[in-house]
Protein backbone atom coordinates (compact mmCIF):
# COMPACT_ATOMS: atom_id res chain seq x y z
CA UNK A 1 0.00 0.00 0.00
CA UNK A 2 1.22 3.32 -1.33
CA UNK A 3 2.06 5.79 1.52
CA UNK A 4 -0.31 8.40 2.22
CA UNK A 5 -0.08 12.48 1.58
CA UNK A 6 0.07 14.32 4.83
CA UNK A 7 -2.18 16.83 4.47
CA UNK A 8 -2.20 19.54 7.81
CA UNK A 9 -3.91 23.14 8.09
CA UNK A 10 -2.62 25.97 9.63
CA UNK A 11 -5.51 28.56 8.86
CA UNK A 12 -9.39 28.46 9.57
CA UNK A 13 -10.03 31.98 8.83
CA UNK A 14 -8.34 36.16 8.53
CA UNK A 15 -6.91 36.16 12.25
CA UNK A 16 -6.39 33.02 13.28
CA UNK A 17 -3.36 31.79 15.36
CA UNK A 18 -0.58 33.32 13.99
CA UNK A 19 2.05 30.90 15.51
CA UNK A 20 0.31 27.86 13.68
CA UNK A 21 2.08 27.70 10.78
CA UNK A 22 5.51 27.23 12.44
CA UNK A 23 3.84 24.65 14.83
CA UNK A 24 2.47 22.70 12.03
CA UNK A 25 6.02 22.98 10.36
CA UNK A 26 7.96 22.04 13.43
CA UNK A 27 5.32 19.51 14.74
CA UNK A 28 5.72 17.15 12.38
CA UNK A 29 6.27 15.49 8.72
CA UNK A 30 3.86 16.94 6.55
CA UNK A 31 4.00 16.80 2.70
CA UNK A 32 1.66 19.79 2.07
CA UNK A 33 -0.09 22.86 4.57
CA UNK A 34 -3.16 24.26 4.08
CA UNK A 35 -4.14 27.60 4.90
CA UNK A 36 -7.58 28.69 4.84
CA UNK A 37 -7.61 32.57 5.63
CA UNK A 38 -11.42 33.56 3.28
CA UNK A 39 -14.96 33.69 4.14
CA UNK A 40 -18.33 35.78 2.90
CA UNK A 41 -17.44 38.95 5.71
CA UNK A 42 -13.50 38.55 4.66
CA UNK A 43 -13.81 39.31 1.19
CA UNK A 44 -15.96 42.55 2.06
CA UNK A 45 -13.27 43.31 4.21
CA UNK A 46 -10.62 42.93 1.50
CA UNK A 47 -12.63 44.52 -1.45
CA UNK A 48 -12.91 47.39 0.85
CA UNK A 49 -8.90 47.57 1.39
CA UNK A 50 -8.57 47.26 -2.57
CA UNK A 51 -10.81 50.36 -2.73
CA UNK A 52 -8.18 52.45 -1.03
CA UNK A 53 -5.45 50.40 -2.22
CA UNK A 54 -5.40 48.87 -5.82
CA UNK A 55 -1.86 46.76 -5.24
CA UNK A 56 -3.64 45.20 -1.80
CA UNK A 57 -6.92 42.97 -1.40
CA UNK A 58 -4.71 39.50 0.20
CA UNK A 59 -4.26 38.53 3.51
CA UNK A 60 -1.39 40.40 4.69
CA UNK A 61 -0.85 37.78 7.69
CA UNK A 62 -0.22 35.25 5.84
CA UNK A 63 2.70 37.24 4.39
CA UNK A 64 4.31 37.85 7.65
CA UNK A 65 3.87 34.03 8.40
CA UNK A 66 6.07 32.82 5.40
CA UNK A 67 8.18 35.71 5.99
CA UNK A 68 9.00 33.48 9.06
CA UNK A 69 8.16 30.31 8.01
CA UNK A 70 8.75 29.71 4.16
CA UNK A 71 12.65 28.94 4.99
CA UNK A 72 11.67 26.09 7.36
CA UNK A 73 8.92 24.80 4.70
CA UNK A 74 12.04 24.45 2.33
CA UNK A 75 14.19 22.97 4.93
CA UNK A 76 11.38 19.97 6.10
CA UNK A 77 10.30 20.22 1.75
CA UNK A 78 6.40 21.32 2.70
CA UNK A 79 4.06 22.74 -0.16
CA UNK A 80 1.94 25.49 1.17
CA UNK A 81 -1.39 25.90 -0.78
CA UNK A 82 -3.42 28.91 0.99
CA UNK A 83 -6.88 31.23 -0.58
CA UNK A 84 -4.94 33.80 1.04
CA UNK A 85 -4.75 35.74 -2.36
CA UNK A 86 -8.48 37.11 -1.97
CA UNK A 87 -9.09 39.40 -4.72
CA UNK A 88 -5.22 39.53 -5.56
CA UNK A 89 -3.57 36.32 -5.95
CA UNK A 90 -1.19 37.37 -8.30
CA UNK A 91 -0.26 40.25 -6.43
CA UNK A 92 0.45 37.88 -3.26
CA UNK A 93 2.54 35.32 -5.40
CA UNK A 94 4.91 38.52 -7.05
CA UNK A 95 5.29 39.79 -3.10
CA UNK A 96 5.80 35.98 -2.37
CA UNK A 97 9.01 35.68 -4.90
CA UNK A 98 10.51 38.83 -3.46
CA UNK A 99 10.26 37.55 -0.14
CA UNK A 100 11.87 34.65 -1.53
CA UNK A 101 14.53 36.39 -3.56
CA UNK A 102 15.39 38.56 -0.17
CA UNK A 103 15.63 35.26 1.93
CA UNK A 104 17.35 33.97 -0.85
CA UNK A 105 15.93 31.29 -0.87
CA UNK A 106 14.72 29.02 -4.57
CA UNK A 107 10.71 28.85 -4.18
CA UNK A 108 8.67 27.81 -7.37
CA UNK A 109 5.77 30.28 -6.54
CA UNK A 110 2.25 29.69 -8.52
CA UNK A 111 -1.15 31.52 -8.41
CA UNK A 112 -4.71 30.42 -9.25
CA UNK A 113 -7.12 33.04 -10.54
CA UNK A 114 -10.69 33.70 -12.35
CA UNK A 115 -12.49 33.62 -9.58
CA UNK A 116 -12.93 37.33 -9.93
CA UNK A 117 -15.97 38.26 -11.63
CA UNK A 118 -16.64 41.83 -11.09
CA UNK A 119 -15.34 43.06 -14.41
CA UNK A 120 -18.40 41.09 -16.10
CA UNK A 121 -20.68 41.79 -12.99
CA UNK A 122 -23.06 43.63 -15.65
CA UNK A 123 -22.91 41.08 -18.56
CA UNK A 124 -23.65 38.05 -15.65
CA UNK A 125 -26.53 40.20 -14.15
CA UNK A 126 -24.63 40.79 -10.81
CA UNK A 127 -25.88 44.55 -10.27
CA UNK A 128 -28.71 44.65 -7.64
CA UNK A 129 -32.01 46.59 -7.78
CA UNK A 130 -31.56 48.18 -4.29
CA UNK A 131 -27.79 48.39 -3.69
CA UNK A 132 -26.21 48.64 -7.23
CA UNK A 133 -23.03 47.51 -8.44
CA UNK A 134 -21.34 44.56 -5.94
CA UNK A 135 -18.32 45.49 -4.38
CA UNK A 136 -16.59 42.08 -4.91
CA UNK A 137 -17.71 39.24 -6.94
CA UNK A 138 -16.22 35.84 -6.75
CA UNK A 139 -16.54 32.39 -8.14
CA UNK A 140 -16.30 29.50 -5.50
CA UNK A 141 -12.94 27.71 -8.06
CA UNK A 142 -12.63 24.21 -7.48
CA UNK A 143 -9.06 21.82 -6.78
CA UNK A 144 -7.94 21.37 -10.42
CA UNK A 145 -5.82 24.94 -11.07
CA UNK A 146 -4.03 23.61 -7.24
CA UNK A 147 -3.68 20.42 -8.85
CA UNK A 148 -1.78 21.89 -11.80
CA UNK A 149 0.33 24.28 -10.47
CA UNK A 150 1.21 21.46 -8.68
CA UNK A 151 2.00 18.97 -10.86
CA UNK A 152 3.90 21.76 -12.94
CA UNK A 153 6.39 21.78 -9.54
CA UNK A 154 5.06 24.62 -7.52
CA UNK A 155 6.09 24.95 -4.38
CA UNK A 156 3.76 27.44 -2.99
CA UNK A 157 0.19 28.11 -4.43
CA UNK A 158 -1.81 30.95 -3.57
CA UNK A 159 -5.32 31.01 -4.75
CA UNK A 160 -8.28 33.39 -4.89
CA UNK A 161 -11.69 32.33 -3.74
CA UNK A 162 -11.67 28.55 -4.09
CA UNK A 163 -13.79 26.15 -2.50
CA UNK A 164 -12.34 25.47 1.09
CA UNK A 165 -12.16 21.80 0.73
CA UNK A 166 -10.34 22.63 -2.41
CA UNK A 167 -7.00 23.41 -0.40
CA UNK A 168 -6.78 19.88 0.38
CA UNK A 169 -8.60 18.18 -2.97
CA UNK A 170 -6.03 19.73 -5.39
CA UNK A 171 -2.70 18.41 -3.44
CA UNK A 172 -4.53 15.07 -3.24
CA UNK A 173 -5.16 14.68 -7.18
CA UNK A 174 -2.14 15.83 -8.41
CA UNK A 175 -0.31 13.54 -5.58
CA UNK A 176 -1.94 10.53 -7.09
CA UNK A 177 -2.90 11.29 -10.59
CA UNK A 178 -6.71 11.11 -10.05
CA UNK A 179 -8.66 11.78 -13.06
CA UNK A 180 -11.50 14.55 -13.32
CA UNK A 181 -13.99 11.67 -12.47
CA UNK A 182 -12.88 9.86 -10.05
CA UNK A 183 -16.09 10.96 -7.93
CA UNK A 184 -15.63 8.68 -4.83
CA UNK A 185 -11.69 9.71 -4.33
CA UNK A 186 -13.11 13.35 -4.66
CA UNK A 187 -15.57 13.75 -2.27
CA UNK A 188 -12.98 11.21 0.09
CA UNK A 189 -10.60 14.58 -0.45
CA UNK A 190 -13.38 16.74 0.08
CA UNK A 191 -14.89 15.12 3.17
CA UNK A 192 -10.81 15.26 4.45
CA UNK A 193 -11.09 19.17 3.76
CA UNK A 194 -13.71 20.06 4.82
CA UNK A 195 -12.80 18.62 8.55
CA UNK A 196 -9.23 20.69 7.92
CA UNK A 197 -10.80 23.93 6.40
CA UNK A 198 -11.61 25.41 9.95
CA UNK A 199 -8.47 24.23 11.96
CA UNK A 200 -8.45 23.76 15.67
CA UNK A 201 -12.38 23.03 15.73
CA UNK A 202 -11.84 19.35 14.12
CA UNK A 203 -9.30 19.29 17.17
CA UNK A 204 -11.68 20.00 20.10
CA UNK A 205 -11.86 23.59 19.41
CA UNK A 206 -15.53 24.86 19.56
CA UNK A 207 -16.46 21.74 20.69
CA UNK A 208 -19.78 20.92 22.42
CA UNK A 209 -18.69 18.37 24.98
CA UNK A 210 -15.27 21.06 25.97
CA UNK A 211 -14.98 19.95 29.43
CA UNK A 212 -14.27 16.27 28.18
CA UNK A 213 -10.76 17.15 26.68
CA UNK A 214 -7.90 18.33 28.68
CA UNK A 215 -7.58 21.72 27.74
CA UNK A 216 -4.53 23.02 29.47
CA UNK A 217 -2.97 23.58 25.81
CA UNK A 218 -4.21 25.28 23.06
CA UNK A 219 -5.82 22.59 20.30
CA UNK A 220 -3.45 21.75 18.46
CA UNK A 221 -3.82 22.45 14.21
CA UNK A 222 -5.77 19.00 12.68
CA UNK A 223 -3.58 16.88 10.01
CA UNK A 224 -5.25 14.58 7.39
CA UNK A 225 -3.24 11.21 6.39
CA UNK A 226 -5.07 10.65 3.13
CA UNK A 227 -4.92 7.40 0.71
CA UNK A 228 -4.96 7.24 -2.99
CA UNK A 229 -8.65 6.02 -2.82
CA UNK A 230 -9.42 9.12 -1.17
CA UNK A 231 -10.34 7.66 2.05
CA UNK A 232 -7.95 9.61 5.03
CA UNK A 233 -7.49 9.50 8.71
CA UNK A 234 -7.51 12.63 10.68
CA UNK A 235 -5.36 13.21 13.23
CA UNK A 236 -2.71 15.81 14.61
CA UNK A 237 0.81 16.17 15.73
CA UNK A 238 2.08 14.21 18.69
CA UNK A 239 2.54 16.33 22.08
CA UNK A 240 -0.39 19.23 20.94
CA UNK A 241 -3.41 20.06 22.49
CA UNK A 242 -6.74 19.05 22.53
CA UNK A 243 -8.30 15.45 21.01
CA UNK A 244 -9.23 14.07 17.46
CA UNK A 245 -12.19 11.50 17.91
CA UNK A 246 -15.48 10.17 16.18
CA UNK A 247 -17.37 13.42 17.80
CA UNK A 248 -15.14 16.37 17.09
CA UNK A 249 -14.91 14.99 13.50
CA UNK A 250 -18.52 14.57 13.40
CA UNK A 251 -19.05 18.14 15.21
CA UNK A 252 -16.67 19.92 11.84
CA UNK A 253 -18.60 17.41 9.37
CA UNK A 254 -21.96 19.32 10.20
CA UNK A 255 -20.43 22.86 10.09
CA UNK A 256 -22.03 25.42 7.74
CA UNK A 257 -23.72 22.19 5.32
CA UNK A 258 -27.01 22.03 4.43
CA UNK A 259 -28.72 18.39 3.05
CA UNK A 260 -26.78 15.18 2.31
CA UNK A 261 -25.50 16.25 -1.32
CA UNK A 262 -22.61 18.70 -0.57
CA UNK A 263 -22.00 20.47 -3.58
CA UNK A 264 -18.62 21.42 -5.01
CA UNK A 265 -17.33 22.45 -8.65
CA UNK A 266 -15.30 19.68 -8.88
CA UNK A 267 -17.98 17.03 -6.99
CA UNK A 268 -20.55 16.37 -5.35
CA UNK A 269 -19.83 14.81 -1.95
CA UNK A 270 -22.33 12.42 -0.27
CA UNK A 271 -22.37 13.43 3.47
CA UNK A 272 -24.54 10.67 4.17
CA UNK A 273 -22.30 7.65 2.80
CA UNK A 274 -19.71 9.16 5.13
CA UNK A 275 -18.34 6.13 7.48
CA UNK A 276 -15.82 7.21 11.00
CA UNK A 277 -14.17 4.87 13.12
CA UNK A 278 -11.08 5.14 15.80
CA UNK A 279 -7.90 4.26 13.97
CA UNK A 280 -6.08 4.75 17.45
CA UNK A 281 -5.38 7.52 19.80
CA UNK A 282 -6.46 11.14 18.25
CA UNK A 283 -6.87 9.12 15.08
CA UNK A 284 -10.05 9.13 13.01
CA UNK A 285 -10.98 6.98 9.82
CA UNK A 286 -12.48 8.45 7.24
CA UNK A 287 -14.12 6.29 4.50
CA UNK A 288 -16.96 5.05 2.32
CA UNK A 289 -17.59 8.19 1.05
CA UNK A 290 -19.33 8.27 -2.13
CA UNK A 291 -19.30 10.81 -4.81
CA UNK A 292 -21.27 12.78 -7.78
CA UNK A 293 -20.38 14.46 -11.06
CA UNK A 294 -21.18 18.65 -9.70
CA UNK A 295 -23.86 20.38 -10.74
CA UNK A 296 -23.89 22.43 -13.64
CA UNK A 297 -23.39 25.63 -11.77
CA UNK A 298 -20.99 27.41 -10.33
CA UNK A 299 -21.12 29.48 -6.90
CA UNK A 300 -20.32 33.13 -6.46
CA UNK A 301 -20.55 35.36 -3.73
CA UNK A 302 -21.33 38.79 -4.19
CA UNK A 303 -20.49 41.64 -1.53
CA UNK A 304 -22.35 44.64 -1.89
CA UNK A 305 -22.27 48.38 0.08
CA UNK A 306 -25.41 47.97 2.02
CA UNK A 307 -25.02 51.26 4.06
CA UNK A 308 -23.93 52.49 8.27
CA UNK A 309 -23.93 50.06 10.92
CA UNK A 310 -24.11 51.21 14.75
CA UNK A 311 -24.78 50.18 17.93
CA UNK A 312 -24.91 50.87 21.55
CA UNK A 313 -25.09 48.25 24.65
CA UNK A 314 -27.26 49.88 28.02
CA UNK A 315 -26.25 48.21 31.12
CA UNK A 316 -29.06 47.72 33.53
CA UNK A 317 -29.22 47.37 36.98
CA UNK A 318 -31.26 45.79 40.20
CA UNK A 319 -35.04 46.23 40.49
CA UNK A 320 -37.60 47.18 37.86
CA UNK A 321 -35.38 45.83 34.35
CA UNK A 322 -38.37 45.32 32.09
CA UNK A 323 -39.15 48.98 32.91
CA UNK A 324 -35.43 50.30 32.55
CA UNK A 325 -35.36 49.38 29.11
CA UNK A 326 -38.38 50.83 28.06
CA UNK A 327 -37.72 53.89 29.22
CA UNK A 328 -34.17 53.40 27.37
CA UNK A 329 -36.24 52.55 24.19
CA UNK A 330 -38.52 55.42 24.46
CA UNK A 331 -36.21 57.76 24.69
CA UNK A 332 -34.42 56.94 22.15
CA UNK A 333 -36.61 56.53 19.60
CA UNK A 334 -38.24 59.66 20.60
CA UNK A 335 -35.01 61.41 20.04
CA UNK A 336 -35.37 60.12 16.16
CA UNK A 337 -37.59 62.73 15.73
CA UNK A 338 -39.82 60.64 13.71
CA UNK A 339 -37.18 59.46 11.65
CA UNK A 340 -35.18 56.33 12.60
CA UNK A 341 -32.61 54.27 10.95
CA UNK A 342 -33.64 51.97 8.47
CA UNK A 343 -33.26 48.95 11.08
CA UNK A 344 -33.73 48.81 14.89
CA UNK A 345 -33.16 46.11 16.84
CA UNK A 346 -33.16 45.58 20.41
CA UNK A 347 -32.20 43.37 22.34
CA UNK A 348 -32.61 42.35 26.22
CA UNK A 349 -29.78 39.94 27.77
CA UNK A 350 -29.91 38.23 30.66
CA UNK A 351 -32.01 38.52 33.72
CA UNK A 352 -30.56 39.64 37.56
CA UNK A 353 -30.44 37.19 40.09
CA UNK A 354 -32.93 37.87 43.60
CA UNK A 355 -31.12 39.48 46.08
CA UNK A 356 -27.90 39.55 43.83
CA UNK A 357 -24.39 39.28 45.99
CA UNK A 358 -22.39 40.84 43.17
CA UNK A 359 -23.11 44.14 40.81
CA UNK A 360 -22.61 40.99 37.77
CA UNK A 361 -25.31 39.18 39.78
CA UNK A 362 -27.88 42.46 39.62
CA UNK A 363 -27.30 43.32 35.86
CA UNK A 364 -29.00 43.04 32.61
CA UNK A 365 -27.72 44.09 28.93
CA UNK A 366 -29.60 45.95 26.63
CA UNK A 367 -28.36 46.12 22.70
CA UNK A 368 -29.38 48.21 20.22
CA UNK A 369 -28.25 47.89 16.72
CA UNK A 370 -29.17 50.34 14.24
CA UNK A 371 -28.61 50.06 10.16
CA UNK A 372 -29.08 53.35 7.23
CA UNK A 373 -27.45 54.06 3.82
CA UNK A 374 -27.35 57.52 5.46
CA UNK A 375 -23.72 56.97 7.66
CA UNK A 376 -24.66 60.33 9.78
CA UNK A 377 -28.26 58.86 11.11
CA UNK A 378 -26.64 55.31 11.67
CA UNK A 379 -23.45 57.27 12.73
CA UNK A 380 -23.06 60.46 14.86
CA UNK A 381 -26.75 60.96 15.25
CA UNK A 382 -27.30 57.94 16.56
CA UNK A 383 -24.42 57.47 19.25
CA UNK A 384 -25.14 61.55 20.71
CA UNK A 385 -29.04 60.77 21.41
CA UNK A 386 -27.87 57.22 23.34
CA UNK A 387 -25.06 59.07 25.09
CA UNK A 388 -27.51 62.50 25.89
CA UNK A 389 -29.78 59.83 27.89
CA UNK A 390 -26.90 59.90 30.67
CA UNK A 391 -28.64 62.58 33.16
CA UNK A 392 -32.16 61.68 31.83
CA UNK A 393 -32.82 58.23 31.70
CA UNK A 394 -33.24 55.37 34.15
CA UNK A 395 -31.69 55.14 37.35
CA UNK A 396 -28.43 53.51 37.82
CA UNK A 397 -27.69 54.60 34.06
CA UNK A 398 -23.99 53.37 32.05
CA UNK A 399 -23.30 52.05 28.66
CA UNK A 400 -21.01 48.92 28.22
CA UNK A 401 -18.94 51.65 26.33
CA UNK A 402 -19.60 54.93 24.67
CA UNK A 403 -20.84 54.26 21.11
CA UNK A 404 -18.55 55.43 18.62
CA UNK A 405 -19.48 56.81 14.96
CA UNK A 406 -19.95 53.42 13.57
CA UNK A 407 -18.98 51.77 10.45
CA UNK A 408 -20.00 50.61 6.56
CA UNK A 409 -21.61 47.33 6.57
CA UNK A 410 -22.14 45.09 3.31
CA UNK A 411 -24.81 42.85 2.41
CA UNK A 412 -24.03 38.90 1.15
CA UNK A 413 -25.60 37.46 -1.89
CA UNK A 414 -24.85 34.33 -2.83
CA UNK A 415 -25.64 34.10 -7.35
CA UNK A 416 -25.14 31.26 -9.75
CA UNK A 417 -23.63 31.00 -13.21
CA UNK A 418 -22.91 28.57 -15.69
CA UNK A 419 -19.95 26.40 -14.68
CA UNK A 420 -18.69 27.50 -18.85
CA UNK A 421 -18.86 31.02 -17.95
CA UNK A 422 -15.69 31.00 -15.49
CA UNK A 423 -12.35 30.81 -16.81
CA UNK A 424 -10.45 29.08 -14.31
CA UNK A 425 -6.47 29.48 -14.89
CA UNK A 426 -3.83 27.71 -13.52
CA UNK A 427 -0.66 30.37 -13.78
CA UNK A 428 2.61 28.22 -13.02
CA UNK A 429 5.67 28.74 -11.16
CA UNK A 430 7.24 29.72 -14.94
CA UNK A 431 4.51 32.03 -15.97
CA UNK A 432 2.51 29.49 -17.97
CA UNK A 433 -0.97 30.07 -18.39
CA UNK A 434 -3.22 27.00 -18.17
CA UNK A 435 -6.80 27.20 -18.99
CA UNK A 436 -9.38 24.44 -16.59
CA UNK A 437 -12.18 23.44 -17.80
CA UNK A 438 -15.15 22.91 -16.16
CA UNK A 439 -16.46 19.42 -15.08
CA UNK A 440 -16.83 17.06 -17.78
CA UNK A 441 -20.21 15.79 -16.59
CA UNK A 442 -23.34 17.81 -14.45
CA UNK A 443 -25.62 16.30 -12.69
CA UNK A 444 -28.73 17.60 -11.22
CA UNK A 445 -28.73 18.16 -7.07
CA UNK A 446 -31.96 17.92 -5.55
CA UNK A 447 -32.07 16.51 -1.71
CA UNK A 448 -35.26 16.98 -0.02
CA UNK A 449 -35.97 17.43 3.17
CA UNK A 450 -36.13 14.50 5.59
CA UNK A 451 -39.15 13.84 8.07
CA UNK A 452 -38.84 11.44 10.33
CA UNK A 453 -41.05 8.19 9.29
CA UNK A 454 -41.91 6.83 12.70
CA UNK A 455 -43.60 7.59 15.48
CA UNK A 456 -41.01 7.87 18.83
CA UNK A 457 -40.92 4.48 20.49
CA UNK A 458 -42.10 3.81 24.05
CA UNK A 459 -39.07 4.44 26.40
CA UNK A 460 -40.71 4.60 29.25
CA UNK A 461 -39.91 6.67 32.31
CA UNK A 462 -38.68 10.05 31.46
CA UNK A 463 -36.54 13.33 32.91
CA UNK A 464 -36.88 17.01 31.84
CA UNK A 465 -33.17 18.04 31.68
CA UNK A 466 -31.23 20.00 28.74
CA UNK A 467 -31.37 18.67 25.07
CA UNK A 468 -27.22 18.75 25.18
CA UNK A 469 -27.07 15.75 28.20
CA UNK A 470 -27.86 13.48 25.20
CA UNK A 471 -26.61 15.28 22.17
CA UNK A 472 -23.88 17.88 20.94
CA UNK A 473 -24.20 20.23 18.51
CA UNK A 474 -22.50 22.74 15.91
CA UNK A 475 -24.04 25.65 14.42
CA UNK A 476 -22.96 28.57 11.91
CA UNK A 477 -23.91 30.60 9.17
CA UNK A 478 -24.11 30.31 5.37
CA UNK A 479 -24.74 33.70 3.78
CA UNK A 480 -28.41 35.03 5.67
CA UNK A 481 -29.03 31.88 6.35
CA UNK A 482 -27.73 29.16 9.44
CA UNK A 483 -27.45 25.22 10.32
CA UNK A 484 -27.54 23.92 12.99
CA UNK A 485 -26.11 20.56 13.00
CA UNK A 486 -27.06 17.88 15.94
CA UNK A 487 -25.52 14.74 16.60
CA UNK A 488 -26.68 12.05 19.19
CA UNK A 489 -23.48 10.24 21.74
CA UNK A 490 -24.46 6.69 21.15
CA UNK A 491 -26.91 4.42 19.24
CA UNK A 492 -29.45 3.95 21.74
CA UNK A 493 -29.64 7.46 22.10
CA UNK A 494 -29.35 8.18 18.09
CA UNK A 495 -32.96 6.07 18.01
CA UNK A 496 -34.68 8.83 20.14
CA UNK A 497 -33.28 11.48 19.00
CA UNK A 498 -33.87 11.18 15.29
CA UNK A 499 -37.83 11.36 15.39
CA UNK A 500 -37.77 12.96 18.29
CA UNK A 501 -35.66 16.28 16.96
CA UNK A 502 -38.67 17.51 14.30
CA UNK A 503 -38.80 20.76 12.59
CA UNK A 504 -41.65 21.52 15.09
CA UNK A 505 -39.59 20.40 17.69
CA UNK A 506 -37.18 22.68 16.96
CA UNK A 507 -39.59 25.92 16.08
CA UNK A 508 -40.80 25.44 19.64
CA UNK A 509 -37.37 24.98 21.33
CA UNK A 510 -35.40 28.17 19.37
CA UNK A 511 -38.90 30.65 19.23
CA UNK A 512 -36.77 33.07 16.87
CA UNK A 513 -37.20 30.34 14.21
CA UNK A 514 -40.79 30.48 14.10
CA UNK A 515 -41.04 32.54 11.35
CA UNK A 516 -38.44 31.30 9.20
CA UNK A 517 -39.04 28.16 6.75
CA UNK A 518 -36.35 25.62 8.27
CA UNK A 519 -35.28 22.26 6.29
CA UNK A 520 -34.08 19.27 8.08
CA UNK A 521 -31.52 16.54 6.45
CA UNK A 522 -30.86 13.29 8.38
CA UNK A 523 -27.62 11.96 8.30
CA UNK A 524 -27.66 8.41 9.85
CA UNK A 525 -23.88 7.23 9.44
CA UNK A 526 -23.11 10.43 11.32
CA UNK A 527 -26.29 9.63 14.15
CA UNK A 528 -27.05 13.37 12.99
CA UNK A 529 -29.46 15.41 11.77
CA UNK A 530 -29.35 19.00 10.45
CA UNK A 531 -31.45 21.80 10.07
CA UNK A 532 -31.03 25.02 7.78
CA UNK A 533 -33.16 28.20 8.85
CA UNK A 534 -33.29 30.07 6.11
CA UNK A 535 -33.32 33.83 6.36
CA UNK A 536 -32.41 34.31 10.18
CA UNK A 537 -29.19 36.09 9.55
CA UNK A 538 -31.17 38.81 7.69
CA UNK A 539 -28.46 40.27 4.59
CA UNK A 540 -25.29 38.16 5.98
CA UNK A 541 -22.69 38.30 8.90
CA UNK A 542 -21.97 42.37 8.23
CA UNK A 543 -25.59 43.05 7.93
CA UNK A 544 -27.26 41.13 10.53
CA UNK A 545 -28.64 43.19 13.83
CA UNK A 546 -29.04 39.74 15.67
CA UNK A 547 -27.17 39.91 19.07
CA UNK A 548 -25.39 36.45 17.44
CA UNK A 549 -24.91 37.12 13.92
CA UNK A 550 -23.30 34.06 12.89
CA UNK A 551 -25.45 31.97 14.48
CA UNK A 552 -22.37 30.49 16.11
CA UNK A 553 -24.02 30.30 19.48
CA UNK A 554 -27.33 28.65 17.99
CA UNK A 555 -26.26 25.17 18.60
CA UNK A 556 -25.46 26.05 22.19
CA UNK A 557 -29.22 27.56 22.97
CA UNK A 558 -30.76 24.42 21.57
CA UNK A 559 -28.55 22.21 23.88
CA UNK A 560 -29.77 24.24 26.83
CA UNK A 561 -33.44 24.03 26.52
CA UNK A 562 -34.90 21.22 28.99
CA UNK A 563 -36.68 18.21 27.12
CA UNK A 564 -38.23 15.29 28.42
CA UNK A 565 -35.32 12.55 27.47
CA UNK A 566 -35.63 8.67 28.72
CA UNK A 567 -34.15 7.35 31.66
CA UNK A 568 -32.87 4.33 29.20
CA UNK A 569 -30.78 6.72 26.83
CA UNK A 570 -29.25 8.70 29.57
Not at 140 to 148: D, P, Q, R, S, T
Not at 359 to 376: K, S
Request: aromatic letters at 6%; charged letters at 20%.
Amino acid sequence: MSQPLRVGNASGFYGDRFSAMREMLEGGPLDVLTGDYLAELTMLILGRGKMKDPDAGYATTFLRQMEECLGLAVERGTSIVANAGGLNPRGLADRLRELAGRLGLDVRVAHVEGDDLLERAAELGFADSRYGRPLTANAYLGAWGIAECLRSGADVVVTGRVTDASLVVGPAAAHFGWARDDWDALAGATAAGHVLECGAQATGGNYAFFEEIYNVKAPGFPVAEIHADGSSVITKHDGTGGAVTAETVTAQLLYEIGGPSYAGPDVTTRFDTIELARDGADRVRISGVKGLPPPATTKVCLNHLGGHRNEVTFVLTGLGIEAKAELAKRRLEAAFGGAPPARVEWTLIGTPEPDPATQGAATALLRCAVLDPDPEKAGRAFSGAAVELGLAGYPGFTMTSPPGKGGPYGVYTPAYVPNEAVEHVAVTHAGERVPIPPAPVVTEIADAQAETDAAPSRWGTTVRVPLGRAAGARSGDKGGDANIGVWARTDAQWRWLEPFLTVERLRELLPETRDHSVHRHVLPNLRAVNFVVEGLLQEGVSASTRFDPQGKALGEWLRARHVDIPEAVL
